[in-house]
């Protein structure tokens, strides 16, 4: 039997156009013709990480067509990242640590390209500046995406009441007698929870508030109506917009340019979004 379409689950305000049309509905397809194999959804994610890994290493040369060819793998690797979770659900295994190692792979891949990219930039003129800008940028593309799977992510919990994977910093990170790379890697997750609840404390002390029990409707009603745009312009600071930045800064030869936009213009949208994303749970907390 064919599993029924699972790619737009999660519903249109969390999920980007390009995820809703070319992402996931491809990368269901590869789920589908995975899910009778032996090939496990972990295994899924280890090629998105292989995959992305080489595509930041072919932003490294010079060469139009080369870099190309890496943004095409960014893209290839990305329906990858889509197939893994997707696979999980289909065989009803998602589990947090398949979340956390989803989460590694995403930075993986991207701190090849920001490290092939600033080792361009070294190369071929800029110096150690053109390495601690490439630093900032990955810097800031780490907070980027953190804040806006972050404000998704509340989205899915307060608004739509399911299918939220929102977590607390101070949620235990390993099960008793974990292994060592489990507990790396919940180490890693665990920073990365971090850094989401230093960007929104409110919401996190929103969240705290009404742990354990539904939230109220009015909370569900304000919030689904007053953080729909914020959550639809996450589009400018997530993952897709990086493939379009790349395609025209560093494939025409401009990788300092794909930097400054990092660290610049996506950093402005990000301070304006947490704003307006913060602006709303202090009054909210008041009718919990």
């Known amino acids: 039997m064919t599993p029924a379409p699972v790619y737009a689950s999660k519903g249109p305000v969390v999920e980007e ?11 269901w397809r590869v789920a589908t013709a995975l899910l009778p194999t032996r090939v496990s959804a972990d295994a899924v994610t280890l090629v998105s990480l292989v995959l992305g890994v080489l595509a930041g290493h072919l932003m490294w040369y010079a060469n139009v067509w080369i870099n190309a060819a890496g943004v095409g793998l960014f893209v290839v690797s990305d329906i990858f990242d889509s197939a893994d979770g997707q696979l999980a659900r289909m065989r009803g295994t998602s589990t947090r640590m398949g979340r956390i190692l989803d989460g590694l792979a995403d930075t993986g891949r991207f701190v ?4 092939h990219l600033g080792a361009r930039l070294y190369v071929s003129g800029w ?17 980027q995406a953190a804040a806006a799977d972050f404000m998704r992510q509340a989205y899915l919990h307060f608004a739509v009441g399911e299918g939220s994977e929102l977590d607390l910093p101070e949620r ?43 939230v109220p409707i009015s909370v569900r009603r304000a ?7 914020v959550v639809g312009a996450c589009a400018w600071i997530a993952q897709n917009i990086r493939f379009l930045l790349l395609a025209v800064t560093a494939v025409p030869g401009y990788p300092a340019a794909y930097c400054w936009i990092v ?25 919990a």
């Open 17 to 27: 156009w390009a995820d809703r049309r070319f992402f996931r509905p491809i990368g």
């Open 172 to 214: 235990p990170a390993n099960p008793s007698g974990a292994s060592w790379t489990a507990r790396i890697s919940s180490w890693i997750y665990g920073d990365y929870v971090r850094r989401q609840a230093l960007l929104f404390p409110r919401t996190i002390a929103l969240l705290r508030t009404i742990a354990g029990r539904d």
């Open 112 to 115: 090849s390209l920001y490290g």
């Open 263 to 287: 660290v610049g213009p996506l950093n402005i949208v990000l301070l304006v979004l947490i704003l307006a994303h913060e602006r709303e749970p202090r009054f909210h907390a008041q009718l």
């Open 223 to 229: 919030w689904a109506e007053r953080q729909r745009w």
């Open 127 to 143: 110096g150690w500046g053109g390495a601690v800008l490439a630093f900032a940028a990955l810097l800031s593309h780490s907070y």
